[in-house]
């Protein structure tokens, strides 16, 4: 069963403007992760944010955990053509609950950046 | 260094034939997870193994699905009598530990006729 839910499902944007995804997700969890994927294989994975963590920057990203609403951001900066993909939130349940360590993923953001 | 590799890419096989899909993960890794992923069905976690420890079989669809991991390392997926719904994409994952981030292969596409 899907646990996270991103919005928007489909996102289009210029080249150069801010793409913000964000996830839902239902249940405690020990971290969160987000992935990136392209053509329908391939999942790339872009940043991992733990339950204690509220923030994370790895280069042009940015993703914001709040676990009172159980919620994620995923913010990418001065976007480019290539950055055309799906992206996935996923989350890994609380250590010694249902859910330990298997990542439970969400329906995807289908982000088209035209150059 | 290598990533996680999966053999083979694509598979077209018949109904009620029985099918194997081989993951090698990064080496040192100590957990490996198995994931498919289908339109109907999005990604779903399958079982994950950890170490020594007994599996987590939790998401195995059926007894028709297998999984063992022979010396803490390659990983072999069994699907013993293929349905159609049986066909997706079928993704492995390794970690360095568990709770760690998860590393992904790039599948093996499993047709069943």
């Known amino acids: 069963s899907q646990q996270g839910e991103e919005d928007p499902q489909a996102l289009s944007i210029q080249e150069g403007e801010n793409a913000t995804m964000n996830c839902s997700y239902k249940?405690?969890?020990?971290?969160l992760q987000w992935y990136r994927q392209n053509s329908g294989r391939g999942l790339v994975h872009l940043i991992l944010i733990r339950s204690n963590e509220r923030e994370k920057h790895s280069g042009r990203l940015r993703v914001t955990l709040d676990t009172s609403k159980k919620s994620s951001s995923l913010l990418i900066t001065a976007s480019r053509a290539a950055d055309t993909a799906s992206y996935f939130c996923?989350?890994?349940?609380?250590?010694?609950?249902?859910?330990?360590?298997?990542?439970?993923f969400g329906k995807g953001t289908k982000l088209s950046v035209i150059p | 260094g290598a990533g996680v590799s999966q053999s083979p890419s694509n598979k077209v096989t018949e109904k009620g034939k029985d099918v194997e899909l081989r993951c090698d993960p990064i080496s040192g890794h100590t957990a490996l997870y198995w994931y498919r992923q289908s339109l109907g069905q999005g990604l779903e976690f399958l079982i994950y193994f950890q170490g020594n420890s007994a599996p987590d079989k939790s998401g195995l669809p059926s007894d028709r699905f297998s999984a063992e991991r022979t010396g803490g390392s390659v990983s072999t997926l069994t699907i013993q009598r293929t349905q159609q719904e049986d066909s997706a994409v079928y993704l492995c994952?390794?970690?360095?530990?568990?709770?760690?981030?998860?590393?992904f292969g790039p599948g093996t596409r499993l047709t069943v006729t």
């Open positions: 249940t405690s969890i020990n971290n």
């Open positions: 996923a989350t890994e349940g609380a250590l010694g609950g249902a859910g330990s360590y298997q990542l439970t």
């Open positions: 994952a390794s970690s360095l530990l568990a709770g760690d981030e998860q590393y």
